[in-house]
């Protein structure tokens, strides 16, 4: 069956600090892979999305970026925390029509 | 990205059914209707999806209107675990450029006991 791993649960991290949040699935190869990020009170926004190794489609400007190093690891970076950085992230990966979500990762910057 | 549009917030009481409604009407022809629900603290969990007709599994069922521009989430009994956000979303049939899954703001279902 497949699975997929997001750590850390939580994370408080100082403005201007860098990010590195890492996500990977098992049990499936080739997957779509994304992140999202859910601010307190609100919707989920799609921040990046990739069908394949190197491919990364960009959502929404900001200062974060993502990398898809191998088939089924998508990290999430940052080179310098904002304080708007803080949320709820979500690492998600489908297979046709369905999709499946990590536990995600709180962060706070302070 | 198709829009959808669900009311904020819904009640319902413990053991009746729930029928939570949403409206899509610039739907396309390729667009699959897929239902998430998100537990407080927790990543989206699917519920259901569908295309043109009516769609069973045991955690809901989903009704289509015939013009596909609304449908509906249906809780056969409500119970205390199924409060939670419920999203209705749109994504175009599977491709090389992958399904894009967007979320709303959803439908906050409360269940009282």
């Known amino acids: 069956s497949q699975t997929i791993h997001q750590w850390p649960a939580t994370l408080v991290q100082p403005v201007g600090s860098p990010l590195s949040l890492e996500c990977t699935v098992e049990?499936?190869?080739?997957?779509?892979l994304y992140w999202y990020r859910q601010a307190a009170g609100r919707g989920l926004q799609l921040l990046f999305y990739?069908?394949?190794?190197?491919?990364i489609s960009s959502e929404v400007p900001q200062n974060l970026s993502a990398s898809r190093p191998q088939d089924r690891q998508f990290i999430l970076s940052s080179k310098k925390l904002l304080l708007s950085d803080s949320g709820f992230y979500l690492c998600?990966?489908?297979?046709?029509?369905?999709?499946?979500f990590g536990q995600g990762t709180r962060l706070t910057v302070v | 990205d198709a829009k959808t549009t669900q009311p904020n917030s819904m009640e319902s009481n413990e053991e009746e059914p729930v029928h939570l409604p949403c409206n899509h009407s610039?739907?396309?022809?390729?667009?699959?209707i897929h239902w998430y629900r998100q537990l407080p603290s927790q990543g989206p969990e699917y519920v259901i999806h569908g295309l043109t007709s009516n769609v069973n599994n045991r955690m809901a069922s989903l009704a289509i209107a015939e013009d596909r521009k609304s449908s509906t989430l249906i809780l056969h009994r409500a119970t205390l675990r199924d409060a939670a956000v419920y999203y209705c979303i749109l994504s175009p049939t599977w491709g090389t450029t992958g399904n894009q899954f967007y979320f709303g703001t959803g439908t906050s279902l409360t269940v009282i006991p």
């Open positions: 990739s069908v394949g190794i190197g491919q």
């Open positions: 049990g499936t190869s080739n997957p779509n």
């Open positions: 610039t739907i396309s022809g390729t667009d699959y």
């Open positions: 998600a990966w489908s297979y046709r029509v369905e999709a499946f």
